[in-house]
Structure formats: C-alpha cells, structure tokens
C-alpha cells in the first residue's frame, strides 16, 4: 500500500500510528517507532510545502549503537554457544537443570540474533523504516517473541525443578532427570512456538512515500491499540510476572531448607567414629554444592527482573500516556538491558559454577588442540605435495 501526503497529513498519520501502536512490547526490539511531531525529535526537518524528506539518525546514536549493540552481541552469542556446546559435548554436564540452561541459551541466541544484532544495520537506514520485507517483518517479530518468551519459560521450569530436587528429594528420584526435563523442555518451545504464532497475523507493513520520491517501508501492527491491550498485559502476566512471583516464592523456600538447621543436622549424623570425618566432608560438599547451583540460579532470575524492567516500564507508560515517548535515545537504552541480559548469562555461569568454569577450559583447550592438529595435518600435507613434486 502507497501513501502520499502534505505535511497536515503527515502529523495525523504520525498521531494516529503512535497512538495505534502503544501495546504489549509495541516496539519491535529492531526499531524505533516513526518520533512525534512535537519538538521530541529535531531530525525531521520542518517543511511547509511537502512531505519532509525520510529522517536519518545522528552520527552519534549510529556510533554508540554500533558499539555497544556489537559488543554485547558478540559476548553474548559466542557466550551461549558455548553453554550448549559444553552441555551436549561432556558427559559430566548433562544434568536437567543444565538442559534448562541450554534452552534458555538458545532462547538468548535468538533474541541476540533477531533483536539485537538488527539494530546496527538499522541505525545506517532511515528511522521507523523497516529493511527485511513484509516476510521480514513476520518472521523477525516472531522469533523475537518465540526467543523472549522461551527464556522466561525456561526460567521458570529450572526454578521449579530446583525446588523439587531440594525441598521434595524423594520426588526428584522420578521428576529431576534428564529425559524428564528434556520432555518439559520441548513442551515449553512447542507451547511459545503456538502461542507465538499470532505475530504473523497481528504484524503487517506499509509503504510511505516522501516528498523526494523515496519509499520507506514500515512493520507495524494491523490493529487499534485497545485490541492490542488484552495481548499485552496477557504477555507482560504469562512471561514477566508469573516467572519472576513463582520464582520468588519457591527461592524463599528453597532458602529455608538449604539454610534450616535440618540441613545442618543431617551433616551430624552418628556413624563409626573411623569414617564420620569423611562422611561429615562429603556432606558438607553436597550442601554447599546445591547452595552455590541456587545462588546461580537466583542471580539469573535478578538479571531478568532488573534488565527487563526498563523496558517493561516504557512499555507500560506507553500504553497510558498520550503522546507516548518514542524518543529514539530513551528506547535504545532501554532495550540494550534486553540484549545485556541474553548475553550476560554464559559470564554469570563462569564466575560463579566452578564446574562451569572447568567446562569451559576443558572446551577451549579440545578446541585449541583440534585446531593445532588439523594445522599440523595441513602442514604435513603440503610437505608431501612438495615431495612429490620434486619426485
């Protein structure tokens, strides 16, 4: 669809998209809605005659999103990677509450990949403009939501399977293995990958031509933005607010077992006086064991709260507010804790799981080796060719 107008029309197309898109996440995290007419933005220019030319953004905000959207990115997916590689590759990481983890990398990769990482091309390109077609548009705003929602999911299914193996220790023997959380696991993503579907039918784009004869595409939502609300809130309950109130419960909890004096005094227990050292070492071992796994955990579950929080909190003053703010500054650092918060998880895991961290060596070492063989390999090839060819 094709649009030409004069600046009246400009400003009532521009009140009306603003006013129709305030809704759950109503930006998609790649862009920044078309900035408001009245004096929030200075990259317009004013015109009296036309449709002003299609704004860009500052030098400044190119630079800084190039940055930091870079950095983040790249620490953040070579970081998953290596999460799901060290689960799926050594034996002595495949526990359920690491294949939780490898969900939520997964999610994060996607979220990186599909949210972040489309920012820097982005910012190069007109603003509120959309470059990956009306296919693009679909299936970038899907997999943004399918990777946001999975994460939080993933969340919470690691939470309540802690709080099963610590606080119900006899129904961990069944509910807490590996087949079992991989079965949960694929529920979650066939669950997010149905409930996400409805972005391909709430999306769509439409084409604006300016003064100068450019056309700019946009991706937007279909819909009035009283239709949207009913999505949001359900979305900001389901995947925000349920996690975290489920999770704060069941870590209280969880904190009154590990710390209680039950745990203390099964540490205590009268056996032959030859083996009780050993045996009170052994279950001191266990006991901090599980302590440092929760406190892991937790701090996954912190990040996602406080990262996630600014942006939610915009989200939400968007729906209420009128003009709602669209500032292109505001929303980038708002979203940066979004692509902060998918990348910092791999670090988190590093600096606080000694097992982790080992993994992770014991990787970049097979990685290094295997790289070393394969150049002596190519080496010794070469010798051979050149031997022959004397020959």
């Not at 979004?338 to 990787?363: D, E, G, H, Q």
Request: with cysteine.
């Amino acid at each position: 669809m094709e649009t030409t107008v004069n600046t009246t029309e400009l400003v009532e197309y521009i009140t009306d998209s603003l006013y129709a898109r305030t809704t759950n996440d109503n930006l998609t995290l790649t862009q920044t809605m078309m900035p408001d007419m009245n004096g929030n933005t200075t990259d317009v220019p004013p015109t009296n005659t036309s449709f002003p030319d299609p704004p860009t953004f500052p030098m400044s905000y190119q630079v800084i999103t190039t940055v930091l959207v870079l950095v983040i990115c790249s620490i953040g997916i070579v970081g998953n990677i290596m999460v799901v590689l060290v689960v799926t590759r050594i034996k002595s990481m495949r526990s359920p509450t690491n294949c939780y983890l490898v969900s939520l990398a997964v999610a994060d990769l996607i979220v990186l990949v599909t949210a972040g990482i489309p920012n820097i091309p982005d910012s190069f390109y007109y603003e509120s403009a959309w470059m990956y077609g009306h296919s693009g548009c679909l299936i970038i705003t899907y997999l943004q939501y399918l990777g946001i929602n999975t994460s939080s999911m993933s969340i919470l299914a690691f939470t309540v399977e802690r709080y099963i193996a610590i606080c119900h220790p006899l129904y961990a023997q069944t509910m807490c293995t590996v087949s079992r959380a991989k079965k949960i696991i694929a529920g979650v993503w066939v669950l997010t990958l149905a409930y996400d579907s409805m972005w391909f039918f709430l999306m769509g784009t439409e084409t604006i031509v300016y003064g100068n004869g450019a056309e700019v595409l946009q991706c937007g939502y279909n819909l009035e933005r009283s239709r949207y609300l009913t999505v949001y809130f359900l979305d900001l309950s389901l995947f925000y607010l349920l996690p975290l109130i489920v999770a704060a419960v069941l870590y209280v909890r969880i904190g009154r077992v590990l710390y209680s004096e039950d745990i203390a005094e099964a540490g205590n227990i009268e056996i032959a006086n030859k083996g009780q050292t050993h045996v009170k070492h052994m279950q001191a071992r266990r006991i901090n064991s599980r302590k440092q796994v929760v406190k892991m955990l937790a701090c996954v579950v912190v990040l996602f709260a406080v990262l996630w929080m600014p942006y939610r909190v915009l989200v939400v003053c968007n729906s209420f507010i009128d003009p709602p703010n669209y500032d292109k500054w505001v929303v980038l650092f708002c979203r940066l804790p979004i692509y902060i918060n998918s990348a910092c998880n791999p670090v988190l895991y590093n600096a606080m799981s000694v097992k982790f961290r080992r993994a992770f060596s014991k990787l970049a070492k097979c990685t290094s080796k295997r790289d070393d063989l394969n150049s002596m390999n190519f080496q010794s090839s070469i010798r051979a060719v050149t031997r022959s060819n004397r020959v």
